[in-house]
């Protein structure tokens, strides 16, 4: 199971954290991705991250503003957002499968329920 959190309402510019809490599986062992989807759009790939942290994919939209990370002891994994535009805004979701890293590519089996985004004015 993944639980997203730290969503909400911002101004264009601020910044947010958004946390992932798993449960029920061996979250070390696991991929874990960010991604999004906007109004009218489709799901997008914004931040992948490896088991172990050692290796890290983000889209070109988001480079150099969000980071990804996890923090295996606590079966969470994180995602800052710096800069936010209201073009981020969207239904961020988290999720995990259990193949070898290959960026934000593979079957994402675990998925959470979302945490809203919404950069405005």
């Known amino acids: 199971q993944l639980v997203e959190s730290g969503g909400g309402l911002v101004q264009p510019g601020e910044s947010l954290r958004l946390s992932c809490a798993a449960s029920?599986?061996?979250?070390?062992?696991?991929?874990i991705g960010w991604f999004r989807q906007a109004p009218g759009k489709g799901r997008e790939a914004v931040a992948c991250?490896?088991?172990?942290?050692?290796?890290?994919n983000y889209a070109d939209f988001v480079k150099g503003r969000f980071t990804i990370s996890r923090d295996n002891a606590r079966d969470m994994a994180y995602l800052q957002m710096n800069s936010l535009t209201p073009e981020d805004t969207a239904v961020y979701y988290c999720?995990?499968?259990?193949?070898?890293?290959?960026?934000?590519?593979?079957?994402?089996?675990?998925w959470g329920r979302g945490t809203q985004v919404t950069v405005s004015s």
């Open positions: 999720a995990a499968h259990d193949q070898p890293f290959n960026n934000c590519s593979g079957y994402f089996g675990f």
């Open positions: 029920e599986f061996s979250f070390e062992y696991y991929v």
């Open positions: 991250i490896s088991s172990r942290s050692s290796r890290s």
